[in-house]
């Protein structure tokens, strides 16, 4: 089993719409959780840390469910601009560097 | 805002050849990293580097592989005698603590092993 788990999409939506991307981990001592960004053949950039209480970042609400391991972005509004791969990554404790990322959710908005 | 940059952008070797990729990390930052993306596929870790010493690599980081700060800026990432699997985006990252800091990365060297 993959450790962090995303479904690649693509997620084709019209702009305004509202969409959800969804991510399951498999290793319930994972501390750390992180949303990232990836434009074609670019870096990863960061959008959002998440925390067990939940927080949101303008259009971008992140969510986290320990219980269940699954951790959720939802983007309202959608723009054009948010067309990307979106990344979830996890960091298995505060005691180490490493990250782990899913394989991505794609992400088309479309006019 | 700050930023992580690399240098070069992309890089072409023949294969047997050693590459150096350079990074300059974000200048208050004091843990280092490097990742690599092969075409297609997920963004991996190799390594992590604190107060001059590695402090965490995978095991895709063998031999082949070595980092150094050899200077108060740089952070580089050496491979000896490339192979064909080497070809791969290599992605440099700093962050200014562990675990829960989130790690910033820069624009990635892209290498090209013929």
């Known amino acids: 089993r993959k450790e962090v788990e995303q479904d690649p999409g693509p997620f084709n939506v019209p702009e305004g719409a509202t969409v959800a991307f969804n991510c399951t981990y498999s290793n319930s001592a994972s501390q750390s959780f992180f949303w990232y960004r990836q434009d074609c053949r670019k870096e990863p950039k960061l959008l959002m840390s998440?925390?067990?209480s939940g927080n949101e970042d303008g259009r971008f609400t992140a969510q986290l469910n320990r219980a269940s391991q699954y951790i959720s972005l939802l983007i309202r509004d959608s723009k054009l601009s948010d067309s990307a791969t979106y990344l979830c990554v996890v960091s298995r404790s505060y005691n180490t560097d490493k990250l782990i990322f899913g394989t991505g959710t794609r992400l088309q908005v479309f006019p | 805002e700050p930023e992580v940059t690399q240098t070069p952008s992309h890089q072409v070797t023949q294969m047997g050849q050693e590459v150096i990729l350079r990074c300059v990390p974000i200048s208050n930052h004091l843990y280092f990293y490097w990742y690599r993306q092969i075409l297609g596929q997920k963004v991996e870790f190799l390594v992590s580097f604190y107060n001059n010493e590695i402090s965490e690599k995978s095991e895709i980081f063998d031999d082949q592989f070595s980092v150094e700060r050899p200077d108060g800026s740089n952070f580089t990432l050496k491979i000896r005698s490339t192979k064909l699997e080497d070809s791969a985006m290599y992605f440099c990252a700093s962050s200014d603590g562990r675990g829960h800091q989130p790690q910033h990365f820069g624009d990635g060297t892209r290498l090209s092993i013929l």
């Open positions: 998440v925390y067990s």
